[in-house]
């Protein structure tokens, strides 16, 4: 398949929510079928979208995008209210996997974890568009020597591997002033089972309440608890083509994967900033692209 890889990290912490809960997390995160932090692609075509409308002004009195304002939205994400097949997307999102999460850390203050599962997982994307510079990498994780131990919250032992040197390694570590943590180490867990809980340590609990401006008082039954996934959390995923396709925003008969590139780039720089989940009005949700063509 013809595709772009994507690597994006997190800013400011993140809540992509998946509703209310009835359990001890009132606003849970997304999660996979194993219990790892995602970002469906969903979610993150939605935030593109809102992106997209807002840099090129393009809503309409309804909120969504104008095609005729920003063809450009509308040609790789698809049309708005519209049921023609001639406006559909030319471009598919996979979903977003947390290839490195920073985790507390006894001996080190904090250290990026990873396991197999999400190694092998983001493997298959990256083998999907033949991105070799990511297979590399990936390969090179998991197979590193395990000699080294570092201790996970305040009790748990975890194997810690060096990065090679390469070309996804300078990307990874260049990211943000968290992700320099990278230098000293990935904590590369063999058993998902023990990696999923130990994930945990890492996401951000955070109660909440409302209160009675008028009183300065906590309103009644107005308590809740949201999870954040925490800020410096990089993700990997794929922009794939859906080509060649018809979308009559797209400028031409029939949209190739000449097109589809030159539509992107019109429409994104290789490194950018948006935001993506809810909270967006307490900061959450600031995340930096990267695509890695």
Request: proline share 3%.
């Amino acid at each position: 398949m013809k595709g772009i890889p994507l690597i994006v990290y997190a800013i400011t912490s993140l809540h992509v929510g998946m509703g209310r809960s009835s359990g001890v997390v009132d606003l849970p995160i997304q999660r996979d079928p194993e219990g790892f932090p995602i970002i469906f692609s969903s979610s993150f075509k939605g935030a593109l979208k809102q992106f997209c409308g807002q840099k090129f002004n393009a809503f309409n009195k309804n909120g969504r995008i104008d095609c005729n304002k920003a063809s450009v939205c509308c040609c790789l994400l698809g049309g708005e209210e519209e049921s023609n097949a001639d406006v559909t997307s030319i471009i598919s999102l996979s979903d977003l996997y947390p290839l490195l999460m920073p985790i507390p850390s006894l001996d080190m203050g904090y250290v990026y974890l990873t396991s197999k599962y999400l190694i092998n997982t983001i493997k298959d994307l990256f083998n999907a568009v033949d991105y070799k510079d990511g297979i590399s990498f990936l390969t090179s994780l998991e197979s590193a020597e395990r000699k080294n131990k570092v201790i996970v919250g305040i009790d748990l032992e975890v194997p810690l591997v060096n990065i090679s040197q390469s070309n996804m390694a300078s990307v990874l570590t260049n990211l943000g002033s968290i992700a320099g943590k990278l230098k000293e180490g990935v904590a590369v867990e063999d058993d998902d089972g023990k990696a999923v809980l130990e994930m945990e340590r890492g996401i951000i609990k955070y109660t909440r309440n409302k209160i009675n401006y008028e009183t300065g008082t906590v309103a009644e039954h107005s308590l809740w608890t949201e999870e954040y996934i925490p800020h410096g959390t990089i993700f990997a995923g794929i922009i794939f083509f859906n080509v060649p396709r018809r979308n009559k925003y797209c400028g031409s008969d029939v949209c190739n994967e000449d097109c589809a590139k030159e539509k992107i780039k019109e429409f994104l720089s290789d490194e950018f900033y948006m935001n993506v989940g809810g909270k967006e009005s307490i900061g959450k949700g600031i995340i930096r692209v990267k695509l890695l063509f």
